[in-house]
């Protein structure tokens, strides 16, 4: 039997250097925001606080609460002045974490690496799937503020400049420590916009899912269908999994902030679109041919070029459709990627 192919370059598209946000705007709702008609492709164009004259009473928005930690690291190799970078993937147990160690050949087992003069040390215990480093940490006191004083937020490597406010690369509502990556759609919200839309009648649901740098991955394989995504870890509880299920019966929409929320719910819903709270891995790659089960409308950011998120939303609104929206958006100079312009796809 062949193989079924889909072709990586079916996602490409000409993106001018300059369109790439390298800075959050000073006021995060003022973000221009497009509206994109998944049935017909059509397109409206409009500032991201009128987002909620999208909105209806009836919907109910979900938004994914995960905290970006600083998880960017620069220490030295113990009995040597020489410089190694460290980036937190993934904890483990404990004090030991997945790492993406540069330079990674300085970093065999056993070496000893030290942050801030030793206020944080970490030893490489084994060299595991594509190069990562397992590293144990030793420090005083509690993990995430050395953390705090010690780590950078790692942004994307699209964007060169240097970040003023941590805080402006972390979600107003984010709670959760965990992620290596900001789920981007929801930089735009504010608090006063939230408000305004739950006083609305619009329910909010939290779901939360620590993004990892897979999200940056490049997809490597010409046929789509043999990449491999990485995993991430989700929690939905009780009470959200019943304020989003209310919302389906009651003929409202579920609308997702991000990707990263819309993978969430996808993992969780069964194929009624019923979703069960409960936490785990997942490592679901959605792509043109999908079925959606619990999503219906998804708030989003401009993704780069062959990348599983612009997959992701061409399988929610038809490939074409995004194409078309993403030309017509260079060509309107919307600001593309993490401190971008946003989609609103209904």
């Known amino acids: 039997m062949m193989k079924k192919q889909m072709s990586l370059h079916d996602y490409d598209y000409d993106l001018?250097?300059?369109?790439?946000?390298?800075?959050?705007?000073?006021?995060?709702?003022?973000?221009?925001?497009?509206?994109?008609?998944?049935?017909?492709?059509?397109?409206?164009?409009?500032?991201?606080?009128?987002?909620i004259d999208e909105l209806r009473p009836e919907d109910c928005l979900v938004i994914n609460d995960t905290k970006v930690i600083p998880a960017r690291l620069f220490g030295s190799k113990v009995?040597?002045?020489?410089?190694?970078?460290?980036?937190?993937?993934?904890?483990?147990?404990?004090?030991?974490?997945?790492?993406?160690?540069?330079?990674?050949?300085?970093?065999?087992?056993?070496?000893?690496?030290?942050?801030g003069d030793g206020l944080l040390t970490g030893e490489v215990l084994e060299i595991v799937e594509e190069g990562n480093r397992l590293i144990k940490f030793h420090y005083e006191g509690i993990f995430e503020e050395v953390l705090d004083r010690l780590g950078e937020m790692p942004l994307p490597p699209y964007i060169t400049h240097k970040l003023k406010d941590k805080n402006r690369y972390q979600t107003v509502y984010a709670k959760y420590e965990g992620s290596a990556a900001a789920p981007t759609a929801g930089l735009h919200f504010t608090k006063e916009l939230l408000a305004e839309i739950e006083n609305k009648g619009i329910r909010i649901a939290h779901v939360t899912l620590h993004v990892g740098l897979g999200t940056f991955r490049p997809v490597k394989v010409e046929n789509i269908l043999e990449h491999h995504m990485h995993s991430?870890?989700?929690?939905?509880?009780?009470?959200?999994?019943?304020?989003?299920?209310?919302?389906?019966?009651?003929?409202?929409?579920?609308?997702?902030?991000?990707?990263?929320?819309?993978?969430?719910?996808?993992?969780?819903?069964?194929?009624?679109?019923?979703?069960?709270?409960?936490?785990?891995?997942?490592?679901?790659?959605?792509?043109?041919?999908?079925?959606?089960?619990?999503?219906?409308?998804?708030?989003?950011?401009?993704?780069?070029p062959e990348s599983t998120l612009l997959m992701l939303v061409s399988a929610l609104a038809g490939r074409e459709h995004i194409l078309a929206a993403y030309e017509e958006a260079v060509k309107e100079k919307y600001r593309f990627f993490s401190f971008g312009d946003a989609m609103f796809i209904r």
């Open 232 to 304: 991430e870890f989700y929690m939905v509880d009780e009470k959200d999994a019943a304020i989003i299920n209310e919302t389906k019966r009651n003929g409202g929409r579920v609308i997702s902030v991000g990707t990263t929320s819309t993978r969430t719910l996808e993992t969780v819903a069964d194929v009624d679109g019923v979703i069960h709270a409960g936490s785990g891995w997942t490592q679901i790659f959605i792509y043109p041919g999908y079925t959606f089960k619990a999503v219906d409308g998804l708030i989003t950011n401009f993704h780069l």
């Open 16 to 51: 001018p250097q300059e369109l790439i946000a390298q800075d959050p705007l000073e006021d995060r709702s003022s973000s221009r925001l497009m509206v994109l008609d998944k049935t017909t492709g059509k397109t409206e164009h409009r500032v991201f606080r009128e987002i």
């Open 79 to 115: 009995g040597t002045d020489a410089k190694i970078e460290v980036l937190l993937l993934k904890r483990k147990e404990n004090d030991i974490w997945e790492t993406l160690v540069k330079p990674g050949k300085k970093c065999k087992a056993g070496t000893k690496i030290s942050f």
